[in-house]
C-alpha cells in the first residue's frame, strides 16, 4: 500500500484530498508547512509526495531540492508557463495546476508510482568522476555536486557511453520518459549546466560536443 505525503496548508483541500486517496486504498500522511514537512521526512519516507508551492515558513520551492529520492507532484494554483518548467529543472516529477480534476490527479499518481524506484539506485564510475543516482549527486576531484533529475538521466547515459559520442536524438529518446522536460531546446542548456557543475568540482572539463552528432564524456 503506497503512503502519500500531503504537503499543504490549506486544510479544505488537504482534507479532500485525504479522503480521496484513502478511498482509493493509499496511506496518507499530512503535513501544513514546509519546516513541518522536512521534520517529518527525517523520520518517513512516503512513496509520493504532492506539494503545495505557498506554505507558511519553508516554501514548497525552497522544500523541493531538499527532498531527495521521492518523486514529487506539485499541486499549485500557479499556471505560468515558467514556473512549471523551473519547477520540473529541480526535481518535480510532474505539475497540476488548481483548481485540478480529481481524477486526473489520480491518474498523475499512478503514473507516478508505476516508475521503477530502483531504476537510479545505482552508482555509476567514469572518466574520475562517479555519479551516485539515487541522491541526484556526482562526486568528482573530491567534491560533491548535486544535479536535477535531468542532468542526472543525461549524464549517466553519457557514462554508460564513456568515450563514444550520443546523438542528441538518442538521449532525448532515451531520457523522455522520465524527464519530460527536456526537450531539443532545453538540451544544449542542460548539457551547459553539467559541465559547469562538473568544472567547479575538479576543473576539468568534461563533456566534449561532437559536431552534427551530439556530445561524449571524455
Do not use: W
Request: with cysteine; hydrophobic share 40%; charged share 25%.
Amino acid at each position: 500500500m503506497a503512503h502519500i505525503l500531503i504537503i499543504d496548508d490549506d486544510i479544505h483541500i488537504g482534507n479532500m484530498l485525504e479522503e480521496v486517496l484513502h478511498s482509493k486504498g493509499y496511506l496518507v500522511s499530512r503535513a501544513y508547512s514546509g519546516t513541518e514537512a522536512l521534520l517529518l521526512l527525517e523520520n518517513k519516507k512516503p512513496d509520493l509526495i504532492l506539494l503545495d508551492l505557498m506554505l507558511p515558513g519553508l516554501s514548497g520551492e525552497e522544500l523541493l531540492p531538499k527532498i531527495n529520492d521521492t518523486p514529487v507532484i506539485v499541486v499549485s494554483a500557479k499556471a505560468d508557463v515558467a514556473d512549471k518548467v523551473s519547477l520540473l529543472l529541480n526535481g518535480a516529477s510532474d505539475y497540476i495546476t488548481k483548481p485540478f480534476d480529481v481524477n486526473e490527479l489520480l491518474a498523475r499518481i499512478t503514473v507516478a508510482l508505476r516508475k521503477p524506484k530502483t531504476a537510479e539506485s545505482d552508482s555509476i564510475s567514469a572518466c574520475g568522476i562517479t555519479l551516485h543516482s539515487d541522491t541526484l549527486t556526482v562526486s568528482a576531484g573530491g567534491n560533491e555536486v548535486r544535479l536535477t533529475r535531468t542532468e542526472c538521466a543525461i549524464l549517466k547515459l553519457l557514462m554508460i557511453n564513456e568515450g563514444s559520442a550520443v546523438g542528441r536524438t538518442t538521449i532525448l529518446d532515451k531520457i523522455s520518459y522520465d524527464t519530460p522536460d527536456c526537450t531539443e531546446r532545453s538540451l544544449k542548456q542542460h548539457i551547459s549546466n553539467i559541465r559547469k557543475k562538473l568544472m567547479t568540482a575538479d576543473g576539468i572539463d568534461h563533456i566534449e560536443a561532437v559536431y552534427g552528432i551530439g556530445f561524449k564524456l571524455k
